[in-house]
């Protein structure tokens, strides 16, 4: 019988708690400085001057200029608005470059464009998952209006080489986008440096309230708007989403404090969690493991035992994981990033992942792979080493 752990979330690629710094803000946007960022009186004033303290943050954990910040509702929208606001810069240009292991919001999107008459190439990834940039340069061609990388997997944290994926993108006078939704936070994002001209991420990702989130637009380009109206200088309509924004730049500037030491804590936690995996599991792979990574993922394929009984299993006993990104999780289907990387049905259903936040302690980690000795013993005669 396995006891029931104190709850431990780590399904942070899913989303992550709310950073309690970021409660005030929110707080105070909802109760007290509650007036609308475009209105003229002073109360306006005050919330507009809120929002664009927040811009100032995001800009800051970028490395960017505020003016290149518009707010989204989330990492979708942005992936969004950047796909189809390139599109349409670039009108007479048919054809969009992406890797094959993109999330979804951005590949259904283009399958959707696909039936209006769009070409999408889809780039192979290794058995690591990663992506070879040779092809990416060969698949480029007149017609093509944007490339769309991923800066950081969300299933398996391989960082795709972006800095040069731009380079090559803005050589052959390419619009570049990337997702960087799993990236920001958990990796150095520097715009200054690498020449995207769009950047998407999304708050919930990195201890910011749910619903919030930022697309960079590089300075001097035009972007057709999805959403119509005056707001983030016609980039965005709508009334901005204030408390959100507020929480977000709290939680950027909590990334400021000690961007260094808490990515070095993440990746020490990620570590002592799998040489504790593969010390006990011999039977036991990391997806990715041999590349560069954001540090607080960690992708395990358990040789070919179903992943979900391991899930439930863990979850009976109050730890919270997943098989992969929350909006497909609940599919039949195997994951397209896996079998993308030369994974047979099986293995990709073997794979789980466990995603760490600053908040995750070693105790936590320690916990966790005892309860999964306890829960593997049950389901395979294969050899477990008990922890000494």
Known sequence: M????????????????LAPECVVPVFECLCGNYGNPSSKHGA?????????????????????????????????????????????ASPDKRHVVVSAVEHPSTLQLLAHLETEGLRVTQLPVGREGELDLAVLENAITPDTALVSLMWANNETGVLFPIEEAARIAKSRGVLFHSDAVQAAGKAAIDLAEAPADLVSISGHKF????????????????????????????????????????GMGMACELIAVEPETKLAEMAALRDRFESGVLARFPFASINGGSLPRVPNTSSVRFGTLEAEAIIDRLDKAGIHVSSGAACTAGGSAPSHVLTAMGMSEPEARATIRFSFSRYTTESEIDCVLDVLASILKHMTAAPITVAA
């Open 2 to 17: 396995i006891e029931q752990a104190t709850s431990i979330y780590l399904d942070n690629n899913a989303t992550t708690m």
């Open 44 to 88: 306006g004033a005050r919330a507009r001057e809120r929002m664009e303290q927040a811009r100032a943050s995001v800009a800051r954990m970028l490395n960017a200029a505020p003016a290149e910040i518009v707010f989204t509702s989330g990492g979708t929208e942005s992936n969004h608005l950047a796909v189809l606001g390139a599109l349409a």
């Open 207 to 246: 201890h910011a309230p749910k619903g919030t989130g930022a697309l960079f637009v590089r300075k001097g380009l035009k972007l057709q708007s999805m959403l119509f109206g005056h707001q983030e200088r016609k980039r965005r309509g709508g009334t901005e989403n204030l408390p959100g924004i507020a």
